[in-house]
């Protein structure tokens, strides 16, 4: 191989090199800094479930009923629907992080105006995780009941 393009070799791969390295440090998230989703005043240990890389979402900012819900958890009920609250979710979508079962217990978030229990769930883990689903399952996001 020729000087010169053994040189042009080394210059193509210097600017590879530099390439990955410039998109690798943008996507690799830094551990000191939380994911943008979190608000910074929130800390990774602050809201159980934040692990699980969904969305937090302040309890504040669900609709009341989930408010009144997590009131009822906190309270052991009574519940609304005492055969479908309390009892264990199996989590057969896998949106959530894998457990055993048992790790999960759902509770109906009522819908105004619903003839049934709706689509709407407070998922609670034994590991202190809250987290609610507006569409019956298929999207979650973490519940930061301290807000």
């Known amino acids: 191989m020729s000087p010169g393009r053994r040189l042009t070799v080394a210059l ?10 410039w998109f ?8 000191e800094k939380p994911p943008a989703s979190i608000p910074p005043s929130v800390s990774a240990l602050a809201v159980p479930g934040v692990s699980s890389g969904l969305d937090v979402q302040a309890l504040s900012k669900l609709p009341a009923e989930a408010a009144k819900t997590w009131k009822l958890i906190e309270s052991k009920g009574p519940f609304p629907y005492p055969r ?11 949106r959530l992080p894998q457990k055993d079962s048992g790790y999960y217990k759902e509770y109906t978030v009522p819908t105004p105006g619903s003839s049934d229990r709706g689509a709407r769930r407070l998922v609670t883990g034994a590991e202190k995780e809250v987290f609610y689903t507006a ?7 973490v519940v930061d009941v301290s807000k």
């Open 135 to 141: 569409d019956h399952y298929s999207t979650f996001v």
């Open 84 to 94: 479908n609250d309390g009892v264990t979710f199996q989590n057969r979508e896998k």
């Open 24 to 31: 690798v440090k943008d996507n690799v998230a830094n551990p």
């Open 12 to 21: 193509v791969g210097l600017i590879a090199l530099v390439v990955v390295g």
